[in-house]
């Protein structure tokens, strides 16, 4: 268990994760982070309080780990009083262009760049 | 008997260095025991594992003596020396080397025997080395151009062509080196850390990362280590300004809890027995 630092296989089907952020001044949001791998895309849909974040694109092998890059997405609803940190991984991965790394945490895929976790 | 393959305690000057096989045909590790440290090849790439005190000197032990069975008990005051960990401690670190090694499924490279202990597999043992090679550590860390190379350009009683060629391809060195950074894959590396039955796994950059990392976390540690029942497994991340805590679940599953680095010292024992559940 733990981070590995392994090649994994290609991820497919539906991850999914939940859980709670603390912000910056204390407060406590939920946030509900989901992704579908298939034929060698992905489509993500990330909820954190009344943000949805929503990216699409395809998934390349990166050295011994998988990355995804974003070809399509939108931020729908950026909440006021959002922390900077969390706005900027939002904005990035919603750009055209980006990669995020996914690390295998257990059997979770962790996007370090966009602090998303997807579980099978 | 044989000479061991690494000495009981390794002396100073040239690294000493295991080259080992794993179940992966494709991958290869080196084991540098002075630095605690595992470099991972395959193919072209390189990650390099900082297995932390215990899981080296473990690993180490096993290496001494090849084929040999070593006790639970010799193994973990090996690996444990000033303190009394739980069988779990063992369990936790054996099962993370098998996972290196690509071993979990087929235990050949790190052998249990029932009521005796554990062997190395020697059939996995590919080379010992003592030559100086470039340490994990430094291959991950380019060096900075140094400033001197200004000044000597700015030296008005030489010529000014050795000067001006040296600042040239300090320039091309520079430009190659960030261009380098920009492409070089970001392997992380771990520590791991342990509070009787609770392993924390850091995980970060590079060595520098994972000190500020530790000690930065060292008070969450110990109230997860006093919330924790029975044995657990967590993971910490620190990145974008947010710490990222993992806490695994026997189905391979995860816990997780994100918070801001303000308020590290500022979360309630609840949110942390959730994440613990």
Redesign the interface.
């Known amino acids: 268990m733990g981070y590995q630092p392994t090649p994994t296989t290609l991820p497919d089907g539906r991850y999914r994760s939940s859980g709670q952020v603390q912000l910056s001044d204390g407060r406590l949001i939920n946030a509900v982070h989901s992704i579908r791998f298939e034929d060698g895309r992905f489509y993500a849909l990330s909820r954190q309080a009344d943000t949805l974040l929503e990216n699409a694109g395809l998934v390349e092998r990166d050295g011994a780990h998988h990355r995804l890059a974003v070809s399509h997405g939108e931020v729908t609803q950026l909440a006021s009083g959002m922390d900077n940190e969390l706005i900027f991984s939002l904005l990035y991965s919603r750009r055209e262009g980006a990669h995020i790394r996914l690390y295998q945490i257990g059997e979770c895929l962790y996007a370090r760049a966009s602090l998303q976790v997807f579980c099978p | 008997m044989n000479a061991p393959l690494i000495p009981a305690s390794s002396p100073s000057g040239p690294v000493t260095y295991l080259v080992l096989k794993t179940g992966s045909t494709e991958r290869t590790i080196s084991f540098y025991p002075s630095m605690y440290q595992l470099l ?1 090849q ?1 193919g072209e ?1 390189e ?1 390099r ?1 900082d297995l932390g005190y215990a899981g080296s000197r473990l690993l180490e032990r096993l290496l001494q003596a090849p084929g040999e069975v070593v006790s639970r008990e010799e193994l973990m005051s090996y690996a444990w020396p000033d303190r009394v960990v739980g069988q779990g401690s063992l369990n936790q670190q054996i ?2 080397l098998r ?2 090694f ?1 071993d979990e499924k087929g235990r050949e490279i790190i052998q249990t025997l029932p009521r005796r202990g554990y062997q190395f597999n020697p059939h996995y043992v590919a080379e010992r080395r003592a030559a100086e090679p470039a340490a994990p550590a430094s291959s991950v860390e380019p060096e900075e151009p140094t400033p001197s190379v200004v000044t000597d350009a700015a030296r008005p009683a030489r010529s000014h062509w050795p000067a001006i060629g040296l600042f040239i391809l300090t320039l091309l060195v520079g430009l190659g080196t960030s261009a380098w950074i920009r492409e070089r ?4 590396a ?1 520590r ?1 850390l342990e509070r009787g039955a609770l ?1 924390l ?1 850091l ?1 970060a950059k590079d060595g520098r990362a994972l000190d500020s990392l530790e000690r930065d976390s060292a008070g969450l540690f110990e109230r997860l280590a006093s919330l924790s029942e029975g044995a657990s ?1 967590l ?1 910490l ?1 620190r ?4 710490y ?1 805590l ?1 806490c ?2 026997e189905t ?9 680095a ?2 590290l010292n ?2 309630d024992d609840k ?1 942390l027995k ?1 994440c613990l559940l």
Do not use: K
């Open positions: 991972i395959r790439q990650e594992v099962y993370s996972q290196l690509c894959p970001e392997n992380l771990t791991s392993t796994q995980m497994l993971t991340d990145h974008g300004g947010y990222q993992f695994h679940r391979a599953s995860v816990n997780w809890l994100m918070f801001h303000n308020q500022l979360l949110q959730q």
